[in-house]
């Protein structure tokens, strides 16, 4: 493996599981190494499955991977030697330690004696399980069997890892913890990581470029930043102290239009909604405008274009319609229709301009 | 290959000390055995009367098949483990690994194996206790023991399949019900063979239970019958090989339905 080769390359899977359901068609993923790389998608959407694919464990029926410079499907037994997973479902042992279960996952890729407790101790440490690490499985929280899932992961120091559904099942405190560890991790020298989710805000806060898989397939790519960026512009929304008559609203949109900060200028009631490239740079102009005219405003609230937003216009659904339509590899841990929104925040996973009545306020202010 | 050595031994032993930090699940494997034991041998003491049983104390007869519907029984809910490790992702994870598949599939039979001997062991101790007798000394019961291993890696590697293959506890648990009694009726676990009608006697020649009885009871007599303790043990042997094979094999289906 040459140093700049990408660290995942996978193409042209086809995957249809008996029964007929197609999992994956035509999916592809490339994963530069050093990077995190997000596959984002409601369940059901595939992203599972190519996991599966890349890690050994299920064959495609057609296409190709090659996974830290080995054919995935030629040489599993090299991938594997590389690769650490840390699947949707725990898979430690419930009976045994921590520490156990950390000491059988390095025997397993050869590591013996003192290297072997050393390794065990020194994740232990750096998980926050130093103190759990010699009592059974069975008895820990659900932050701390994720943790000794990633833990299991890293034993063998490997150079791709994949992360399956990192903190689905996990509550808001042990999420933000879990988030914080893959950051770590990302720092890792040479350390690359390919993370699925379902949680917009997850895809956004941990992955340098995402791809958003819908039915089995990739329907958009890139950073997180650049895939909003594709989006025309921010949302700047004026909420009016009283609701405009017909031409009044004519007038205003006119007078806004002409000030050139926004355009897409639509009234609901006394809330008025535009579009703008730089929606903070804009707000200043707008409320001069409405200042003008002698409109008087209420509130202003920007919200920059979330990855639902990008969602529905790649996949022509909505995030959250998606994830509750599709059950395909639902784990059973997110008790089906789950949360585009885990922490209750909305910045990243804000709903769409039109529905939102809580956006997010980057920029807001109220004027006389 | 000695890594597949270390690491049968590696997930054996994983295996070995889940089954001793659950001491409740020994306790509760044995009571069946004790009961048949100590139950059923005192309520039925007196078979042993029946001209053409051959006399003797019913403990004495009744030990062996003990030991062999016990190593029957327990084998064959082996496939609830295997569910239990799929259900949790255990073994997907040992499957991402390097491990060797056949360490993975050994170590179940090994395991099973040592389970078997030591409930084997326990049974014969409590037939001691109990009063039984056994001319045929140590080298016998070791044979006994050696036979319902061979018969137990029978039915824990048929189970196993079956949980890997079917993936529900009501299939396993169903088949498990409707096997065992049948497959102990039909030996001469519970009487000899002279006194079963003459269809029950034919059908329990073709039943791998009865080999292992036939092979066991031959080898713990004063006079053992070698050529009998041979061909049955024999049989029970290939037809272990047989099953663990086909275990392998579905492990492969198994991966496809990943």
């Given at each position: ?33 050093g ?20 890690t ?36 430690a ?11 059988l ?10 290297a ?6 020194e ?10 690490g ?145 929606g903070?740079a ?11 005219q ?45 949360p ?29 | ?38 139950l059923?041998?005192?309520?039925f ?62 170590a ?15 049974i014969?101790?409590?037939g ?35 949980g890997?293959?079917?993936?529900q ?13 049948p ?57 272990a ?18």
């Amino acid at each position: 493996m040459t140093a700049h080769a990408p660290a995942v390359v996978a193409h042209d899977l086809i995957k249809t599981y008996p029964g007929g359901v197609r999992a994956l068609d035509g999916m592809a993923v490339t994963v530069e190494a050093g990077t995190v790389f997000g596959l984002l998608g409601p369940n059901g959407a595939g992203k599972s499955t190519t996991v599966k694919i890349l890690t050994t464990l299920a064959r495609p029926d057609s296409g190709a991977a090659v996974v830290a410079g080995h054919d995935a499907l030629r040489h599993p037994d090299r991938v594997r030697r590389a690769i650490g997973v840390v699947a949707q479902k725990s898979g430690a042992d419930p009976v045994a330690t921590g520490r156990e279960n950390l000491l059988l996952q390095g025997r397993l890729y050869g590591l013996r004696g003192a290297a072997l407790g050393k390794r065990a101790d020194e994740l232990l440490d750096r998980f926050d399980l130093t103190a759990a690490g010699r009592r059974m499985v069975k008895t820990y929280s659900g932050g701390m069997q994720r943790r000794l899932d990633v833990a299991l992961g890293l034993m063998h120091r490997p150079q791709v890892l994949f992360l399956d559904e990192p903190t689905t099942g996990l509550d808001p405190e042990a999420r933000t913890a879990m988030w914080e560890e893959i950051s770590r991790l990302a720092g890792d020298e040479g350390l690359t990581i390919l993370l699925t989710t379902h949680y917009l805000e997850e895809a956004d806060r941990l992955a340098e470029r995402i791809a958003i898989v819908d039915r089995g397939r990739v329907v958009a790519e890139g950073t997180p930043d650049g895939l909003k960026g594709e989006l025309r512009g921010d949302a700047v929304h004026v909420e009016l102290s009283r609701t405009p008559d017909e031409v009044d609203a004519r007038l205003l949109a006119t007078a806004l239009g002409e000030c050139a900060a926004v355009r897409e200028v639509t009234f609901d009631g006394r809330r008025l909604s535009a579009r703008a490239d730089d929606g903070p740079a804009a707000v200043p102009r707008v409320l001069t405008a409405l200042e003008q005219q002698g409109a008087a405003v209420a509130s202003v609230t920007v919200a920059r274009p979330s990855l639902d937003d990008v969602y529905l216009r790649y996949a022509g659904r909505r995030f959250s319609e998606a994830d509750t339509a599709g059950h395909q590899d639902n784990s059973g841990r997110t008790g089906g229709t789950a949360p585009a929104d885990p922490t209750g925040r909305t910045d990243a996973a804000g709903a769409h301009d039109d529905t939102a009545g809580n956006v997010p306020a980057r920029t807001s202010g109220g004027a006389r | 290959m000695s890594t597949t050595l270390d690491q049968t031994w590696y997930m054996t032993q994983r295996q070995l000390m889940a089954i001793v930090r659950q001491p409740v699940f020994v306790v509760i494997t044995l009571v069946q055995p004790v009961i048949w034991l100590f139950l059923f041998g005192s309520l039925f003491r007196k078979v042993v009367e029946l001209p053409g049983f051959g006399g003797g104390s019913y403990l004495d007869y009744l030990v062996p098949g003990v030991v062999v519907m016990s190593a029957v029984s327990s084998n064959m809910w082996a496939g609830m483990g295997t569910l239990e490790e799929i259900e949790r992702g255990t073994l997907n994870r040992f499957l991402t690994t390097p491990v060797s598949r056949a360490a993975l599939m050994n170590a179940n039979v090994v395991q099973q194996g040592f389970s078997t001997a030591g409930q084997s062991v326990i049974i014969v101790l409590l037939g001691k206790l109990g009063g039984a007798d056994y001319p045929g000394g140590i080298g016998g019961i070791v044979l006994l023991i050696i036979a319902s291993i061979m018969l137990g890696t029978v039915f824990g590697a048929f189970s196993n399949a079956l949980g890997m293959l079917v993936r529900q506890r009501e299939s396993i648990i169903g088949i498990n019900t409707f096997l065992l009694l049948p497959l102990t009726f039909l030996s001469s676990a519970f009487m000899a063979p002279g006194l079963m009608p003459s269809w029950m006697r034919h059908v329990a020649d073709f039943n791998p239970v009865n080999w292992a009885l036939v092979a066991g009871r031959s080898a713990m007599s004063a006079d053992p019958d070698w050529g009998d303790v041979l061909s049955r043990g024999g049989g029970l042997l290939a037809l272990a090989l047989a099953a663990v094979w086909l275990s392998t094999r579905t492990f492969r289906s198994y991966q496809k339905s990943v």
